[in-house]
């Protein structure tokens, strides 16, 4: 007789009738409906700390190569200077510095200098970085603080 499929999260045997999926870092877990409903409002990284937690996950080494990505990712995000929350990148601008460009256009080849934004969400707070410190980070996956100036969720 085959085996019965558990729910990942909760562990209850499932029947085919109450058997359902749930996306979780590149991996799809199968789970049971009363899950599927608190699952879906939790964010995609809880919710793959979860399956592994559990001990039945399926397909673990995938879910920790995402996991492993998103905290790369987290970490080259710039940490605000004044609240110490991580702050949103946005997409490269393209700043017109014409009127007041003497004497830096000399200095940078011209009267465009492409920014990229970061925001802070918690303090309003709006920077900008010349694009490719952001992309060094996003690459290298480094932190920008030393530890005494680390963010507050301590990445
Ligand atoms: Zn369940
Ligand atoms: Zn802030």
Not at 106 to 111: A, C, E, R, S, Y
Not at 124 to 148: A, C, M, S
Request: with cysteine; glycine share 6%; proline share 4%.
């Amino acid at each position: 007789m085959a085996k019965k499929d558990v729910c990942v999260f909760c562990g209850k045997e499932l029947s085919v009738f109450s058997s359902s999926l749930i996306g979780c870092g590149k991996t799809n877990q199968i789970t049971c409906r009363d899950c599927v409903k608190k699952l879906t409002e939790i964010s995609e990284v809880e919710r793959c700390r979860l399956a592994l937690d559990s001990g039945r996950a399926i397909d673990t080494d995938r879910i920790q190569a995402f996991l492993e990505e998103q905290e790369r990712q987290e970490r080259a995000r710039p940490c605000c200077l004044r609240c110490r929350a991580r702050m949103r990148v946005g997409d490269q601008i393209e700043v017109d510095i014409s009127p007041i460009a003497n004497p830096i256009t000399d200095i940078l080849n011209g009267h465009y200098l492409p920014l990229v934004p970061a925001y802070c969400d918690q303090c309003g707070k709006v920077e900008f970085f010349l694009p490719e410190h952001i992309k060094r980070r996003q690459t290298e996956g480094k932190t920008w603080e030393d530890g005494k100036n680390a963010c507050s969720n301590g990445l």
